[in-house]
């Protein structure tokens, strides 16, 4: 490897060795094909005509009045597939296909990432076969039929806690028995190097858009960059560009679930007792764990946050005070998802709720010329079964 | 206590390979692992390679998957691991080699893991989700604590890696004999004999041979191509999950396949 790639003293290659063969070999090629122009230019073109990028950074002009603050969303959601999830499946499609991989596979949580994943296999002609936790399968049906019909498999884990976690582990079993022809296309800023920084940079389009768009409106920075935390990528996405801006703050919102105490929740930062450092999936970073580093499962209504790990540079982003985690319970998201629908009619993921709730939540210690901008990360479309039954 | 190169030293000598013998530590429960880990040795088995359980072990397939789960339901946890080898080297002085996933030792503080490992009668430490690029700690605390190293090699490790790893090595090399996770298989791949010759231009450490070892003619096979020993894990874990309701035909059985397997390893 050229790197281990570290973030302090987070992240890292923890893999059997079986897989080492094949992290060289991305590395090797991400690093090759990063500054490479046409692999570039052939990305540009998927996200521009095929995607939908540029994403619109739309001004909330109601919710902006209520809450006496200029609010900004950046669009993730209009995306093709409906959240930020393709920008990174297409980019690693496109590499898996430079480096003459035959099939993808994946894991996939809320389901989102699953269908990025089905979908740049079909555009790019890949078999796709997708790893989702059983409990997973049954509260985003809709997705798993999506992706059906963008002709992946949609692989039931019924180990575990059969949710995000467990397909991970299933998703690396694969991969360590078929390295040679398979790409496992990671779904977050996770797992061994290169991933976490590889998702970066396919990510950080979400950032440097926005940084654009918020000139040409304010003519000037945001004050606060708000972002949901499951493993971190769409907030990695829209934070990066900023990181060096020191009066931008940066603030990533974690799942609270039914609340810290009640231990049921994936909030890796903002539980003491749980949230330590560890190392799980190939990465150490923050993770949810008992006194002798068993996974605690996690939960979370909204099923794309509900994972016991963060991203390591989050963990080294909060080390270094550059970026504040906090989270939002099931409740609060709820309430958000409900008022940005009715506000702006724009229904976001339950996902990006808990972005928009914790705005919700700091809105009046604002100032009212203060600009904050929320990286609506996906659409709800995928929530509403959920939805409906909470609701009634 | 015996030692590793006293064992292989001693086996090649009578011109057999060593049997090492895997299972979960807690599986079912304490009582009847520490059962079962006595029937391995009494049957012949000559390594012990024992598991911590693990909530998340990605290098390894259903049985131990289940295995590991069976074990943390029935409250297996570090501290008890390091009783269980304890009690058990009141039985026994052949090598014991633990198997563990990273995030169990860096919780329990890796010091005091290979500390209470020396203590207890460890001979070597194997983690699983350890590459030699994150190892340079956990080959510190080797040396300190007089514990052996082992690493695993895949038949897709390139020779240069080959290298490094054997370099290592003070125990003996774990041969993935396949791609994939650990389970027991229908036939033993060709491209295994190989791969034994492949690892053997560098290196005259012990080489044992694991992951679809289940038959005796398997164990068979990787002796007479040149291994020093085979590793059968997941067969012996079906066994267990077999027989759960009758710990004494449990017992019998893992008792006689181990046997059958002992009696292939001699060439």
């Known amino acids: 490897m050229k790197s281990l790639g570290k973030f302090g003293d987070f992240g890292g290659i923890f893999v059997p060795e079986t897989l080492m063969p094949a992290l060289e070999e991305l590395e090797s090629a991400f690093l090759k094909l990063k500054n490479d122009k046409k692999f570039n230019s052939e990305l540009n073109e998927l996200l521009k005509k095929y995607a939908g990028r540029p994403t619109p950074l739309s001004f909330c002009e109601n919710l902006s009045k209520k809450l006496g603050c200029k609010i900004y969303l950046k669009r993730e959601d209009l995306l093709h597939t409906g959240a930020h999830k393709i920008n990174n499946a297409l980019g690693q499609a496109l590499l898996a296909k430079y480096i003459g991989k035959k099939r993808l596979i994946a894991e996939t949580g809320a389901g989102q990432h699953g269908v990025a994943v089905a979908t740049a296999g079909a555009k790019l002609n890949f078999q796709t076969d997708v790893y989702m936790g059983a409990k997973d399968i049954e509260r985003q049906k809709l997705n798993v039929l999506r992706m059906k019909l963008l002709g992946a498999n949609v692989i039931p884990v019924t180990n575990g806690s059969k949710t995000l976690k467990d397909a991970i582990n299933e998703a690396l079993r694969d991969w360590t028995a078929n390295v040679t022809d398979t790409h496992y296309l990671l779904g977050s800023v996770l797992g061994p190097h290169p991933y976490p920084s590889m998702i970066k940079f396919f990510q950080s389009i979400i950032g440097k858009e926005m940084k654009k768009q918020i000139l040409e409106s304010e003519g000037r920075f945001p004050d606060l960059i708000v972002a949901c935390v499951g493993g971190g990528s769409n907030a990695i996405g829209i934070f990066n560009e900023f990181i060096n801006d020191k009066h931008v703050k940066l603030v990533g919102v974690e799942a609270g679930g039914s609340g810290i105490k009640s231990g049921k929740h994936a909030t890796r930062f903002n539980d003491k007792r749980l949230g330590r450092i560890g190392i799980i999936h190939g990465t150490k970073t923050f993770v949810l764990q008992d006194k002798y580093g068993q996974i605690h499962n996690t939960y979370s209504v909204a099923a794309g946050l509900d994972y016991c790990a963060v991203g390591p540079e989050h963990s080294i982003l909060r080390q270094m005070k550059r970026v504040h985690y906090t989270y939002a319970t099931d409740k609060e998201a709820i309430e958000a998802f409900k008022i940005l629908s009715k506000e702006e009619g724009i229904i976001p993921a339950l996902e990006s709720a808990h972005a928009v709730a914790h705005v919700i939540k700091i809105a009046k210690t604002m100032k009212k010329d203060d600009i904050i901008v929320i990286n609506l990360s996906g659409r709800g479309d995928k929530d509403l079964d959920q939805i409906e039954e909470i609701i009634i | ?267």
């Open chain 2, 1 to 267: 206590m015996i030692s590793y190169k006293e064992v292989f030293e001693n086996l090649k000598s009578k011109k057999e390979g060593a049997l090492v013998c895997f299972i979960v530590i807690g599986d079912s429960d304490y009582e009847t692992s520490l059962e079962i880990a006595k029937t391995l040795v009494n049957a012949g088995a000559d390594i012990l390679e024992l598991g911590l359980p693990f909530s998340d072990p990605i290098a390894d397939g259903p049985s131990i998957q289940a295995a590991d789960v069976r074990a943390l339901n029935n409250g297996m946890n570090t501290d008890k691991v390091f009783e269980y080898i304890k009690e058990l080297r009141k039985f026994t002085d052949v090598p014991i080699g633990l198997l563990s996933y990273y995030n169990l030792i860096y919780q329990y503080g890796m010091q005091k893991f290979y500390e209470k490992g020396f203590i207890t009668g460890v001979n070597s430490i194997l983690v699983a989700d350890m590459p030699i690029e994150e190892s340079d700690s956990a080959v510190a605390h080797s040396e300190k604590n007089k514990i052996d190293t082992t690493f695993m090699i895949s038949p897709i490790t390139d020779n240069k890696r080959i290298k490094e790893i054997t370099d290592k090595v003070t125990g003996f090399i774990y041969a993935v004999s396949r791609l994939g996770i650990t389970g027991a298989r229908q036939d033993l791949e060709k491209s295994t004999l190989n791969f034994i010759r492949r690892i053997r231009q560098f290196t005259n450490k012990p080489i044992c041979v694991g992951f679809g070892i289940s038959k005796p003619e398997h164990v068979r096979d990787v002796i007479k191509a040149g291994a020093d020993g085979a590793i059968v894990g997941s067969a012996i874990v079906d066994l267990v999950a077999k027989n759960l309701g009758n710990k004494q035909r449990m017992l019998a059985s893992i008792s006689h396949y181990v046997r059958e397997l002992k009696t292939t390893t001699r060439i």
